[in-house]
């Protein structure tokens, strides 16, 4: 019914810069909170950044404002915009997105499959 394609991970250097997108696509009604979290090896998932659908933002502590979320609303898509990348942002980024799809009352979370990101020189 619904999907969450991301993009745009890779490697890159200490100190560079990499910007993920996540587009949701289906049978969507309303996409209320997006939302980018990150699963390194041998540690929990964590949340990474939140949009709300009027574009009010939330970012966890650690980032130290490397990191930028944004969102079209037009195109169901969220962004991560990240820079001055360490080799401790080494991680699988997912997308999540909170959706009402077309005939649902409710809304329910959705999540992408994951994009690797890898910070070495």
């Known amino acids: 019914q619904v999907q969450l394609v991301e993009s745009g991970g890779g490697l890159v250097q200490p100190g560079g810069s990499l910007r993920l997108s996540c587009a949701a696509s289906?049978?969507?009604?309303?996409?209320?909170?997006m939302a980018w979290y990150r699963q390194a090896p041998g540690k929990e998932r964590e949340l990474v950044a939140v949009i709300k659908s009027y574009g009010g933002t939330r970012y966890a502590d650690s980032l130290q404002g490397r990191f930028t979320i944004s969102r079209d609303n037009a195109k169901n898509s969220v962004y991560l915009q990240m820079n001055s990348l360490k080799p401790e942002d080494t991680a699988v980024y997912y997308c999540?997105?909170?959706?009402?799809?077309?005939?649902?009352?409710?809304?329910?979370?959705?999540w992408g499959q994951g994009t690797q990101v890898t910070v070495s020189s």
């Open positions: 999540n997105a909170r959706i009402v799809i077309r005939g649902s009352l409710s809304e329910s979370g959705y």
């Open positions: 289906g049978s969507i009604l309303r996409v209320n909170d």
